[in-house]
């Protein structure tokens, strides 16, 4: 009963979106001109043998929905995910390593190849350590710089005072 009201109401803003003039590319414009044809493939050792999944999906769509649909397809948690895309023309993956971009952000077109891949927690964990390491022993040379260069300057203030002293003794 409201449509028609509506409809003159907000007139402009639905032929502006219905034409594709509304400008925006994420979430904006027409979702069948911005869908793109893509293959997801699992590389984690858990779902290697499973069959890829081929989808349209909107250009807009966020990399941590995506993440849920590889987590229901190949059975991985999320947080287990890193995921990779890469065309034909490219032979170097690039990580989508953001959950809140899209994946027109990242440029993924159609055709594209979606990898998913496991977080070797084991990996990580050896690697946080490493860093850990490092910065102490960092920390370590920088206080023992501090400390010599503090020494170097008591020594030189001693010297300064023994030769004021001096000077005032002969005057």
């Known amino acids: 009963p ?9 007139k402009d803003s639905m032929m502006a979106s219905s034409l594709g003039m509304s400008g925006s590319t994420s979430g904006g414009g027409n979702l069948a001109s911005d869908a793109v044809n893509i293959t997801i493939r699992s590389m984690a050792a858990s779902s290697c043998t499973m069959e890829p999944l081929r989808k349209r999906l909107p250009g807009s769509l966020k990399v941590g929905r995506l993440k849920a649909m590889c987590s229901r397809a190949f059975h991985l948690d999320i947080d287990l995910q890193i995921l990779y895309f890469k065309t034909s023309s490219d032979p170097f993956p690039t990580e989508l390593d953001d959950d809140e971009n899209t994946l027109s952000y990242y440029g993924v077109n159609d055709g594209a190849e979606i990898l998913m891949n496991e977080v070797d ?41 023994m030769a004021a002293e001096q000077a005032s003794s002969r005057i």
């Open 2 to 10: 409201r449509f028609q009201d509506l409809m003159e109401r907000h």
């Open 121 to 161: 927690l084991d990996s990580n964990q050896r690697e946080a350590a490493r860093e850990k390491e490092a910065h102490e022993q960092r920390i370590l040379e920088q206080e023992q710089k501090a400390s010599a260069i503090q020494e170097l300057q008591k020594k030189g203030l001693r010297a300064q005072s």
